[in-house]
């Protein structure tokens, strides 16, 4: 594939921007930002290193490019935030719009351009703040020239340079002077004391598009003469297509034309029923081959069976062997995590407009660096005849960062076929039939005591499949066949054990995996957490005093279990009768989050009421969009681990739609109280750690009221067995 290289000259040419007022371009090296940063033309490099960029119009409109994609986490809103906080523009003056593709909007801590991980805020909190206040300085120089008068005295306030005697001047009447200026070096950004906007709940910059309905999704796109298409795919790897109907789905009204492409058949359409209905009419059948009889009940087996021998060690401290030997009493935990479906919103989908020369597309693009490769090899085209646009996403938890590009990828074998402006369509029954999954996991935990029921030492093995196989960044995230995503969160325990040990082993399955709304702590966090009371039961110490004795030196977690403690009276009130509490905490993405679950049972049906969260994910930029983060993730963990599983049956997805992979529903939501640890450390992770936690925090309550140790998920495999 070939680098997109273009000169400050040339860029801004081209840019939309372009056309009059101020763009500025900005780049701060950070962490191995810096290994590629030195590939940068080093004539430009001090002028012009690219990463960000903003426009001030004429009229004061400051529009801002978001290098991350807006999914319904509020990036749009909150770094303009950061940018709007030193540039001292008036908020409602602010726009932001999605960048299009080029290495100059890479995520400044790894060479792509991304959203994942977490990451937006923590890894544009430098960037974007001295974009800004480089801005401002700029603007005030601007003034300063135009009034003849020192730069010292000049101050920059809600969109106007002020002069005690000159008066003020309008940003958009000083953009195209400040435009010829040298951006700063090193400006000078705010103590947090001083931030106005950083901080504050403001309004979101797409809160009216997206209630008036203007906001375009990727499933709002509409190109002239475009055709709506809808394939026929296998839902396991091994899978190949054995027949197929084409001349009933050719009868179906409105559809054009039938094509068959490897083992996928697509009907496409003059509309999305059309096509769906003929589609359907093909009755495709597909052939599981060796996996025909493969079933989730068989490969759970493989992994347990795999528990029983030795694994890679991904951490260790102590001797666990000599421990072990010891203890006068071993207790011992098998733990089944399922697959599970992303399910967002709004399902895949992607517009592309190929005439064998050139190539267009729009979709809610989470890795943009990965679709234009896959674009460039699949359609032998450079990357200067490709363009790529992103637009709004409903939702992604993974699924859109597709680590193979595969929507993309397939979209572009049957545009080499048709060569006609079309619309690929996955309808929910699709995404969960024939997607990407969170991996299947097994953990095989033992705990050692002495005869004074005190923790000696703890074993922990790990057997699940890969995320990043098969992908070009598996270089990047497995050295020493270890693979971080299997074991994060146990392996590197911030828990104090003076004996510890954990194993991983990676087993290939059938099903194609991804990473899903926190990755590997979805199974990690609920293995280490449930254990933990398991432990401190043993031990006769109460669950949140346990955890402090084992985490005396990590501040941040001590931190919010005294915010958790403090807003639940932990200690000293109880649930109401008929209820009982359970605690998690546990740190993903760098940041710290504690839970409380308050939980009932009704016919054996659990019921949460309501979660208290304790969160330190560092400065806190915008505190409604921060709780409402973490509210999703509550749901998105309680969805799972109360009834959410994909199951195979004889090579074949059971579940389909939202029937039988059920979310939870309004009336079933608890109360949320959410409140953050006051730090001024930059921004850490807040899209998915909510999420590890509250599936322990729960079980760990339900125990309280039946004795029942849940150990496999979802929680209704044994609830109702």
């Not at 005690?164 to 010829?180: D, F, H, I, S, V």
């Not at 207790?331 to 989908?349: C, G, R, S, T």
């Not at 397939?410 to 369509?425: G, H, N």
Request: charged residues 20%; proline residues 5%.
């Amino acid at each position: 594939m070939e680098e997109l290289n273009l000169s400050r000259r040339s860029f801004l040419k081209s840019s939309a921007f372009s056309a009059g007022g101020l763009v500025v371009a900005f780049y701060i090296p950070m962490g191995v930002q810096k290994a590629f940063a030195a590939t940068a033309d080093k004539k430009d490099a001090k002028v012009y290193p690219p990463n960000a960029f903003i426009q001030i119009s004429h009229d004061n409109i400051v529009t801002i490019v978001i290098n991350k994609l807006e999914m319904g986490q509020g990036v749009n809103t909150s770094m303009a935030q950061l940018i709007a906080e030193e540039l001292e523009c008036d908020w409602k003056s602010i726009r932001s719009v999605s960048a299009p593709f080029g290495s100059v909007y890479n995520h400044t801590q790894m060479p792509m351009q991304m959203t994942g991980g977490s990451t937006a805020l923590n890894s544009s909190w430098d960037q974007y703040r001295k974009l800004g206040a480089g801005m401002r300085e700029m603007l005030k120089s601007a003034a300063a020239a135009k009034w003849a008068v020192p730069v010292s005295q000049l101050k920059a306030e809600n969109g106007f340079i002020i002069h005690a005697t000159k008066g003020q001047l309008a940003y958009g009447e000083l953009a195209e002077a400040a435009n010829k200026l040298s951006l700063p070096d090193n400006p000078t950004l705010k103590a947090p004391k001083d931030f106005k906007i950083i901080g504050k709940s403001v309004k979101r910059v797409d809160a009216l598009e997206k209630s008036n309905g203007k906001a375009i999704f990727g499933l709002d796109v509409k190109i002239p003469g475009m055709l709506y298409v809808m394939i026929a795919r296998p839902a396991l790897n091994t899978s190949s297509l054995s027949s197929f109907d084409e001349k009933a789905a050719r009868n179906v009204r409105g559809v054009v034309d039938v094509i068959k492409f490897g083992d996928k058949v697509a009907v496409l359409a003059k509309n999305t029923h059309a096509a769906r209905v003929g589609r359907d009419a093909l009755n495709a059948k597909f052939n599981a081959g060796k996996e025909s009889k493969s079933s989730t009940v068989s490969m759970m087996n493989a992994f347990r069976a795999e528990a029983d021998k030795k694994g890679l060690v991904a951490d260790t401290r102590g001797n666990v062997d000599e421990a072990m030997k010891k203890a006068t009493q071993t207790i011992k935990a098998d733990y089944e995590f399922p697959f599970l479906a992303h399910a967002p919103m709004e399902p895949m989908n992607c517009t592309i407009n190929y005439d064998g020369k050139t190539a267009e597309i729009w979709s809610g693009h989470q890795m943009p660096t990965l679709d234009m490769g896959a674009m460039a090899l699949k359609l032998l085209l450079r990357p200067s005849n490709i363009k790529i646009n992103t637009v709004y996403a409903g939702g992604s938890f993974g699924r859109r960062a597709s680590k193979t590009a595969d929507y993309v990828a397939e979209a572009c074998d049957l545009a080499k076929i048709v060569k006609k402006p079309m619309k690929i369509v996955w309808s929910r029954e699709d995404d969960m039939r024939g997607g990407s999954y969170r991996p299947m996991n097994f953990h095989r935990v033992a705990v050692g005591f002495d005869d004074k029921n005190q923790m000696l030492a703890w074993n922990h093995h790990i057997v699940g499949q890969s995320v990043i196989g098969g992908s070009p960044l598996a270089l990047m995230m497995v050295k020493n066949g270890l693979e971080a995503t299997v074991t994060e969160g146990v392996s590197e325990t911030h828990y104090e054990f003076a004996n510890f040990r954990c194993e991983q082993t990676r087993l290939a399955t059938p099903m194609t995996t991804l990473w899903w709304r926190s990755v590997g702590h979805t199974h990690t966090a609920y293995a280490m957490e449930t254990m933990m009371d398991v432990a401190a039961e043993k031990a006769g110490i109460d669950p949140l005093e346990f955890r402090r004795k084992f985490l005396k030196k990590s501040s941040r977690h001590i931190a919010v279990l005294d915010l958790l403690q403090k807003n639940t009276d932990w200690g000293k009130k109880k649930a109401p009768k008929g209820r009982a509490w359970g605690l998690a905490i546990h740190e993903s993405f760098n940041t710290v989050v504690g839970q409380v679950a308050e939980v009932s049972l009704e016919n054996g049906v659990p019921i949460v009421h309501k979660v208290w969260c304790a969160v330190d994910c560092g400065q806190v930029v915008n505190p409604e969009g921060a709780k409402t983060q973490v509210e999703g993730a509550i749901v998105y963990g309680l969805s799972a681990a109360l009834s959410q599983h994909i199951e195979v049956k004889d090579g074949e997805i059971v579940q389909s739609n939202f029937h039988d992979y059920p979310v939870m529903r309004i009336q079933d939501m608890p109360e949320v109280s959410v409140d953050f640890v006051k730090t001024e450390m930059p921004p850490t992770g807040l899209g998915e750690p909510g999420l590890p936690p509250i599936a322990p925090a729960v079980a760990n309550a339900i125990y309280r009221l039946n004795n029942l140790r849940l150990r496999k998920l979802p929680f209704t495999r044994e609830l109702q067995a």
